[in-house]
């Protein structure tokens, strides 16, 4: 697993060396274009390829079940924490993004690279259904109505709204059109598989880059705010979740993907919800980067006991 982590080390430490090159340009703007570039080209590619040669089977309802879980389980341990315990002695804004901090995973950004370093290529399926099917329709919806409720912004959105959002994401309608190919049985040109296997191999390095070019060294004033979400995240969840995933997943290897997808960092899409309706950036970034750190040394010990 460590032998993972340092090859993955790489990219990330290649985002993280970008900004000090001299008149590149701007890091958050490398990071949009990137973000965009991943979402709407790469990940559907890497989606049409892992989902319509995969092997149908329970893992499509498991592994949307256990994200919703972990979704779940962690929103209620923050709001209790946040919205309730800590209720009066920190802002609604900060309080929003640190239940959005304690929630939400990064299954594909970091997610992916992580589970197909650990198990292979084959496991490539499980952070899409575990995002895409699960938990980011949850970030639409549920997110979207913490985001209103606890940020600064006058914008409103509709469950209409979210669900519309979701169902015309490149990564939703690829899954529709690869389940599909896969269950009519549609023969597929080998130069389509090999392309889309390309893509796939690109998409880790990508993210990891992306990555490198958001961390910045924690401020230490926020370590005791943004402690409770990067516990809740990263060791609590996973560990409140492991029976129950041993016992509902009977795949070996999509039952470790699963675990360790539970107990990835905080997800860096809900940046995004928290500038649009007004939530504290700041203290939400402080999470992000913390949860990373700390992950490296949680997934490690994650793993070991499975």
């Not at 990137?34 to 559907?44: D, E, R, Y």
């Not at 880059?209 to 990263?234: E, N, Q």
Request: proline share 7%; with cysteine; aromatic share 8%.
């Amino acid at each position: 697993m460590f032998d993972a982590f340092l090859q993955l080390g790489i990219p990330l430490a290649c985002g993280v060396l970008y900004r000090f090159v001299p008149d590149a340009i701007a890091a958050a703007e490398v990071r949009r274009v990137i973000g965009s570039i991943v979402l709407n080209v790469f990940i559907p590619l890497l989606t049409f390829g892992a989902l319509s040669q995969v092997h149908i089977g329970e893992h499509l309802w498991t592994i949307p079940a256990v994200s919703i879980s972990a979704v779940l389980v962690g929103l209620i341990l923050s709001y209790i924490v946040y919205g309730w315990i800590l209720k009066g002695r920190i802002g609604l804004p900060t309080a929003g993004a640190l239940m959005l901090a304690g929630t939400w995973c990064n299954a594909m950004y970091l997610g992916l690279p992580i589970t197909t370093a650990v198990l292979g290529e084959g496991a490539r399926h499980i952070p899409i259904e575990y995002d895409y099917l699960g938990m980011t329709p949850l970030l639409f919806s549920v997110g979207t109505m913490i985001c209103i409720r606890y940020g600064t912004s006058d914008i409103r959105s509709s469950i209409a709204d979210a669900l519309y959002q979701v169902a015309t994401l490149p990564p939703m309608i690829t899954i529709v059109i690869a389940m599909l190919v896969n269950v009519l049985d549609i023969p597929i040109a080998p130069w389509i598989t090999t392309s889309c296997t390309s893509a796939g191999k690109v998409v880790p390095q990508l993210m990891l880059f992306s990555i490198g070019l958001t961390l910045r060294i924690p401020d230490p004033r926020h370590v005791l705010i943004v402690f409770p979400a990067v516990a809740i995240r990263t060791i609590i969840v996973p560990l409140i979740l492991l029976s129950a995933t041993i016992w509902l997943i009977t795949d070996p290897v999509v039952e470790t993907g699963a675990i360790l997808e539970t107990a990835m960092p905080t997800m860096m899409l809900t940046m995004v919800f928290a500038e649009r309706y007004g939530l504290d950036t700041y203290v939400l970034a402080q999470a992000i980067l913390a949860s990373t750190i700390v992950s490296v040394f949680t997934l490690p010990l994650l793993l070991g006991f499975l």
